[in-house]
Structures are given as structure tokens and as C-alpha cells.
């Protein structure tokens, strides 16, 4: 297992890339010059991430309303979670067991 990816929001194009390859095969992955977002398909559990070009979470799960920006994007070397970091605080979102079992 290699070690974690540690990204800076400036960084865009870098993060873009890493994003992509963590949730390939795994849904559906959009990526824009401004917004990554990741999407579970069914059958699997309902799950998503989505972030902009600004350090902003956009948070598409009832009751998970983050109103801060993240500076820095850390995706664990196994590709299972990522990690956003702000000033004053961090997300950490993980990838479903469920959904990671479709890697094997």
C-alpha cells in the first residue's frame, strides 16, 4: 500500500486526476474545470461526494451542511477515504465496503 496523496485545493488539475482514479469503476465520477463529483449506482448504497474548484463540499446527504472551505485534499493510499482540510476543520468522507468490493 503506498502512502496517502496530499493535494492543495490550487492544485485542481492534480486532484482532478487522483479523484478519478480513487473512484474508477465505482459509479458515476463528472469532473469539470470547477466541481468533482462522485455518485454510487444501484444496487449499491446511495452515496456522494462533490467538491468545487474553491475548497467547497457540496454535500448532496441530508443533514450534512458544511459551511467551510477546504485547503487540502488527502486521499488515503489504499483509494478507500478522502480527507478534506480546512483552517478549522477536516471531512473525512469513506467509500462503502459494499462498493469497494465491485474493485475486486
Known amino acids: 500500500m ?21 473512484f474508477d469503476g465505482l459509479g458515476k465520477v463528472d469532473i469539470s474545470e470547477d466541481v468533482i463529483s462522485y455518485q454510487s449506482i444501484e444496487p449499491h448504497v446511495a ?15 441530508p ?13 488515503s493510499g489504499d483509494k478507500t477515504s478522502i480527507k478534506l482540510i480546512g483552517e478549522s476543520t477536516s471531512y473525512v468522507y469513506r467509500i462503502p465496503s459494499e462498493i469497494l468490493r465491485s474493485r475486486d
Open 63 to 75: 443533514l450534512h451542511s458544511i459551511e467551510t472551505g477546504f485547503d487540502i485534499v488527502q486521499i
Open 2 to 22: 503506498s502512502d496517502e496523496i496530499e493535494i492543495r485545493i490550487s492544485e485542481w488539475a492534480e486532484i482532478c486526476s487522483a479523484f478519478a482514479d480513487m
Open 47 to 61: 452515496t456522494g461526494i462533490s467538491l468545487d474548484n474553491r475548497g467547497r463540499l457540496l454535500a448532496n446527504m
